[in-house]
């Protein structure tokens, strides 16, 4: 059983806490670094690439850019930049909340001390909590992808069509709200150490923002698809809807076909014949 974890002395003054029956020691602190962390991380790394690429190099695109022909409306672009820094807050706030939920010593599954299960568990945590994230975010994405929920829900995301680094995040707070159940249930679920857990979120957050930057990317990973697979998503609508790997799609068939036909009223992932 894993050991539990040593009393935390407070960090903050008497007159910043919540009453002791709360649980949540110095709550303010760890929001408050964890919105500040979120935004630093979010602002710089789409703030380089918006630099590099779209000042610096926006006279050839045609050398970098998925999508050489197509660029966001300068509102849109503002829009991305405004939504996306307001769910990067609420994001940060939420890791914030979840940190001292965790660190109070509240219920949880996560756990510090890699003998409490062994190397060989602790290995292999990445691979499952890997194929747990890329399982749910397909499958949640490709449900977002039916009709009343795409025109209703996931359809703000999709304005920006061919996308900047800015809207990895730029969706609907109920959206991004959705993907939270999937992305935090392990931590309440099954024994993840917390190394694990951050090292996969920081992964999978990395290659978002590099799959929504517009940008031609490859990865020396092998499972990782290059910055093309989720652009084409955007471009193309209703297929590729895996995020870290084209496994799932190639299970389902739903990877992007050149010899059909996609749009944004052909839903069901598969497209239709070509005329």
Not at 135 to 152: D, E, G, I, M
Not at 154 to 162: A, F, L, N, Q, V
Request: overall charge negative; charged content about 15%.
């Amino acid at each position: 059983a894993p050991k539990p974890r040593p009393h935390l002395e407070p960090l903050l003054p008497d007159y910043l806490q919540l009453p002791d029956e709360y649980g949540l020691t110095d709550l303010l602190f760890y929001v408050g670094v964890g919105m500040a962390s979120s935004q630093l991380i979010y602002q710089l790394l789409c703030g380089a690439i918006q630099l590099f690429y779209y000042t610096l190099q926006r006279g050839n695109p045609e050398t970098w850019k998925c999508q050489p022909n197509r660029f966001l409306t300068r509102s849109n672009e503002w829009h991305e930049i405004v939504v996306g820094t307001l769910n990067m807050t609420l994001a940060g706030s939420m890791s914030g909340f979840l940190t001292c939920w965790i660190l109070n010593g509240n219920y949880t599954s996560v756990y510090f001390v890699v003998g409490d299960y062994g190397h060989a568990y602790y290995f292999l945590s990445f691979i499952w909590l890997f194929l747990w994230f890329e399982a749910s975010a397909y499958y949640s994405h490709r449900l977002l992808h039916t009709p009343w929920l795409y025109k209703t829900v996931h359809k703000h995301h999709h304005r920006y069509h061919s996308p900047t680094p800015y809207s990895v995040i730029a969706m609907s707070p109920f959206e991004m709200m959705f993907y939270q159940i999937f992305f935090v249930a392990p931590l309440f679920t099954v024994p993840i150490h917390a190394s694990v857990y951050v090292a996969i979120e920081l992964y999978i957050f990395y290659f978002g923002l590099v799959d929504h930057s517009g940008v031609k990317m490859t990865s020396w990973l092998p499972w990782q698809p290059d910055s093309m697979f989720h652009d084409d998503h955007h471009k193309f609508f209703h297929c590729n809807f895996g995020f870290n790997a084209r496994l799932f799609d190639w299970l389902h068939g739903t990877y992007h076909k050149a010899n059909r036909t996609y749009g944004e009223e052909v839903f069901g992932g598969y497209g239709k014949p070509k005329d």
